[in-house]
């Protein structure tokens, strides 16, 4: 619209919108066959993310979901051309996802979301759920951003090792990568499981705080003071606790007012 009305051509909004409604038509088919083409494939790789949409009788926006569905095996070589769809939706929960991948059978890569979870376990094992790497190392990062905690920077870098034999193997054949995988990245996500599972049985052990409340513990995450009340509402100011163990498995206890 600034474009042409540089020129003197002045464009009212809803024609537009009328013209994009009209290309969208046009288009349909063919989206729908990438859509189609896309599910249809063995890997899939399924995200959301909010989109604010007009709500005219409320006089202001609500938040529906635009879901991507892609695929993409270039990084391994693999015979699948890169795609992505996406598909508008009032939610996001499980009958939303459930709704658009009727009849899914396959790998399906999503991040941590209960929604993917209960949409498998629904389909009796016809989906596999891979989980991203990225979205857990994500919230060590954010840990360690906040709380400089040592355990998070340790998980860190446990992980950079992984990424590292990634790089390397990348563009290698599939049998390559399985192999480099087993022999070297098995064996370190398996201490790193020991790890975690290790700090998870003490982070739910009870912590004894002042006052004699007790606190009920979360691996690398928020933890609320357990009050023998029922604390008052409004703008009175609850205590928070953060439970970081160390390097040594000892926990830090970081109370904040």
């Known amino acids: 619209m600034q474009i042409l009305?540089?020129?003197?051509?002045?464009?009212?909004?809803?024609?537009?919108?009328?013209w994009v409604k009209r290309a969208a038509w046009w288009l349909k088919s063919l989206y729908e066959l990438q859509l189609r083409t896309i599910q249809a494939s063995p890997r899939l790789f399924c995200d959301e993310t909010p989109m604010p949409v007009l709500d005219p009788g409320r006089h202001?926006?609500?938040?529906?979901?635009?879901?991507?569905?892609?695929?993409?095996d270039r990084p391994w070589g693999g015979p699948s051309p890169p795609a992505v769809a996406y598909v508008f939706a009032d939610g996001r929960g499980t009958e939303e996802i459930a709704g658009q991948l009727t009849g899914l059978s396959g790998i399906l890569q999503v991040d941590g979301y209960a929604a993917y979870k209960a949409l498998a376990r629904g389909h009796g094992g016809a989906i596999q759920l891979a989980f991203c790497l990225a979205h857990a190392r994500r919230k060590f990062v954010e840990v360690y951003k906040t709380m400089q905690s040592p355990f998070a920077h340790e998980v860190i870098e446990r992980l950079q090792a992984v990424y590292a034999i990634e790089a390397e193997i990348r563009g290698l054949s599939a049998e390559q990568?399985?192999?480099?995988?087993?022999?070297?990245?098995?064996?370190?996500?398996?201490?790193?499981?020991?790890?975690?599972?290790?700090?998870?049985?003490?982070?739910?052990?009870?912590?004894?705080?002042?006052?004699?409340?007790?606190?009920?513990?979360?691996?690398?995450?928020?933890?609320d003071a357990v009050s023998p009340r029922r604390p008052r509402r409004g703008r009175q100011q609850?205590?928070?606790?953060?439970?970081?163990?160390?390097?040594?498995?000892?926990?830090e206890l970081i109370v904040q007012r």
């Open 5 to 18: 009305a540089g020129q003197g051509i002045h464009l009212d909004r809803a024609a537009l919108a009328g």
């Open 60 to 72: 202001r926006t609500r938040i529906c979901q635009f879901w991507a569905h892609a695929m993409d």
């Open 177 to 223: 990568r399985l192999a480099a995988r087993r022999t070297r990245t098995a064996p370190l996500m398996e201490v790193l499981k020991a790890r975690l599972t290790a700090v998870v049985n003490q982070a739910l052990l009870p912590i004894e705080a002042d006052g004699g409340h007790q606190l009920r513990g979360q691996p690398l995450g928020r933890v």
């Open 238 to 251: 609850h205590r928070r606790a953060f439970y970081a163990p160390d390097r040594d498995g000892k926990a």
